[in-house]
């Protein structure tokens, strides 16, 4: 099947799995490059089952999985880093020390987290850290939700995002339209507003109420000369 159909699939609300959606969206655009980067998924699938504890339960692989993450590359979380999935499984796998930023590493987890049988959500925050926008994951386990924030090594079970009150829960379509957002915002910085409206356009397809996909789309057409649709946009 050629990737713009597999595409087409999930843009309309069929699933063709987590790690092809994500790696399509960041940019896979040929079944070579799909199959290259899923047998790298494959790869470290192996290297970390192999250092899992012996019949490990649901939390217990989690935990092993973000600890394994972090000791093949204790400095792989960047600021502004990768956040396309195809990347960050090139800088997991190769020399240097840096991953990816929340939604990459996030990405990442989800992923490898769903091919180990786990239930695996995102949430995503307005503002964290004082640094923006940010996602991070969460593990619905049979007696409770554990945040796994993937930006710190100790980030299992962690507890400061608990309370706060901008919590978005995200499925795997959301976190997928964040790739199409978040490459849209390159476009657009990079003077390329038909390909940012275009990739807005998928993100609001997989997530209708991503509202900062909507006014970014809107600014963009606006730069385009397209008030008019501008405006219809932000009366729908």
């Not at 799909?34 to 790869?43: G, I, V």
């Not at 987890?109 to 991070?136: C, S």
Request: with cysteine.
């Amino acid at each position: 099947m050629e990737i713009a159909h597999l595409e087409q699939t999930f843009l309309e609300g069929g699933r063709i799995g987590l790690d092809r959606e994500a790696l399509i969206a960041s940019g896979a655009d040929s079944q070579s490059v799909l199959a290259e980067y899923l047998a790298k998924l494959d790869q470290l699938c192996q290297r970390i089952a192999a250092a899992l504890p012996p019949k490990a339960g649901e939390v217990e692989r989690a935990r092993a999985i973000l600890h394994w993450l972090w000791r093949e590359k204790p400095h792989r979380y960047q600021y502004g880093g990768n956040f396309r999935l195809t990347d960050v499984l090139d800088a997991q796998m190769g020399e240097g020390d840096r991953v990816g930023n929340c939604l990459g590493l996030t990405l990442l987890y989800n992923v490898l987290g769903q091919r180990f049988g786990l239930k695996l959500r995102t949430v995503q925050l307005e503002d964290a850290f004082g640094l923006g926008p940010h996602v991070f994951s969460v593990l619905h386990a049979k007696r409770r939700s554990i945040d796994i924030e993937n930006v710190f090594p100790y980030g299992f079970d962690y507890r400061g995002h608990r309370e706060n009150p901008q919590r978005q829960d995200w499925g795997d379509r959301e976190l997928v339209a964040d790739i199409y957002h978040s490459r849209a915002n390159g476009l657009f910085e990079q003077g390329e507003l038909e390909g940012a409206v275009e990739n807005y356009d998928k993100a609001l397809r997989l997530n209708p109420r991503y509202i900062k996909a909507r006014l970014n789309k809107g600014i963009a057409l606006v730069e385009l000369g397209r008030v008019e649709q501008a405006r219809d946009l932000f009366r729908g």
